[in-house]
């Protein structure tokens, strides 16, 4: 769970980029191809385009690889209103808001974020982030939900946080209002405490059934 932090720097806006957390979703190639372009080096040229419409493309991006500051240094991304976690078919989880990941074993900060997209096939060799290994090892789930709804709707502003704890060989525990929407970006499941299947076994994804005991499962 390292970083690899690549930073570009404009005369309004500076972009950065942490290459080991990328998933390479191209959000960002489609959305500005003259400020993100793969084909040159630097690939990144923050003056290419208006700070406005770089901070645009980059809150697309899924992973949180990509962000944004201003000159003074600081910031500026705010959180999304709500905690959302969309479930990618056949893919990791993409999650967004007031992001707080803590190991279950010493309580310890992992990352603190606003996007985030975490593995749920369980072969990454970064976990809890996504690195595509679901594409390699060929997982296959549809991101169907069928979990019962609180019908307690998720709060809006001010965000009150998600707190994703990663149980030691088990799965996500998440805690705080939140909303999931399932594979075919329906909103499928809201509550204020889940946990999610991050051994890529269970029979009712997103959620945990206890399948990673007897998978195995080893993740810290």
Request: proline share 6%; aromatic share 6%; glycine share 12%.
């Amino acid at each position: 769970m390292g970083s690899r932090i690549h930073v570009y720097k404009g005369n309004t806006i500076t972009v950065t980029w942490d290459a080991a957390i990328c998933i390479h979703a191209a959000e960002c190639v489609r959305g500005l191809p003259k400020v993100f372009d793969t084909s040159r080096k630097p690939w990144v040229d923050a003056n290419a385009a208006s700070a406005t419409a770089v901070m645009g493309v980059i809150e697309r991006c899924p992973s949180g690889a990509l962000k944004y500051q201003f000159g003074n240094g600081t910031k500026s991304e705010r959180p999304a209103k709500v905690n959302a976690v969309t479930i990618a078919s056949d893919g990791p989880l993409h999650v967004r808001g007031e992001i707080e990941i803590v190991r279950g074993s010493d309580g310890g900060t992992v990352a603190k974020d606003t996007r985030v997209a975490l593995c749920r096939c369980g072969q990454s060799a970064n976990k809890p982030f996504c690195d595509r290994s679901h594409a390699k090892t060929g997982f296959s789930d549809l991101g169907l939900v069928t979990g019962p709804t609180d019908s307690k709707p998720a709060k809006a502003p001010p965000n009150p946080g998600l707190k994703i704890t990663l149980r030691q060989n088990g799965p996500l525990r998440l805690d705080g209002e939140m909303q999931i929407f399932d594979g075919g970006g329906r909103l499928a499941w809201q509550g204020q405490e889940a946990a999610l299947c991050r051994c890529g076994a269970s029979k009712n994804k997103p959620f945990c059934d206890g399948s990673h005991r007897e998978l195995g499962f080893v993740a810290e």
